[in-house]
């Protein structure tokens, strides 16, 4: 499983910004799909989730609210829409795959991972 992120970029506090995330090599609704991000020095940490069907989702306390999680499964794609984004949203951010159906908020239960996309956003 292959997965490609995109969409990151530098935007002013206020803005908004969407991430895809491809998905290439196996069946995409065999997979639970997560959004996480990370800034250097600190751990990696979710941000959303999405059920194989998009009937579940999650989102962590910080972006709730201002970030929506969205698949679609004709187009082997996941998506984070983020509004009102904060000089605080500034990190790398990571698509991630699990198989099952599922919603997880555990890093290691993902199996695959893209490459990351830098969201920068200034005050």
């Known amino acids: 499983v292959q997965l490609q992120a995109s969409g990151g970029g530098l935007v002013q506090a206020g803005d908004s910004l969407r991430l895809s995330c491809a998905v290439s090599?196996?069946?995409?609704?065999?997979?639970?799909m997560g959004w996480f991000r990370q800034d250097p020095g600190k751990d990696r940490e979710i941000v959303a989730a999405?059920?194989?069907?998009?009937?579940?989702?999650y989102y962590s306390e910080s972006v709730k609210g201002r970030f929506t999680i969205s698949r679609d499964n004709a187009k082997n794609t996941v998506y984070l829409r983020m509004n009102s984004l904060k000089a605080e949203d500034t990190a790398v951010y990571y698509c991630?795959?699990?198989?099952?159906?599922?919603?997880?908020?555990?890093?290691?239960?993902?199996?695959?991972w893209g490459q990351g996309t830098q969201v920068t956003v200034s005050s």
């Open positions: 999405i059920s194989w069907s998009g009937g579940s989702t």
């Open positions: 090599g196996r069946t995409f609704s065999d997979y639970g």
């Open positions: 991630a795959a699990r198989s099952g159906h599922y919603i997880s908020t555990k890093t290691w239960e993902y199996s695959y």
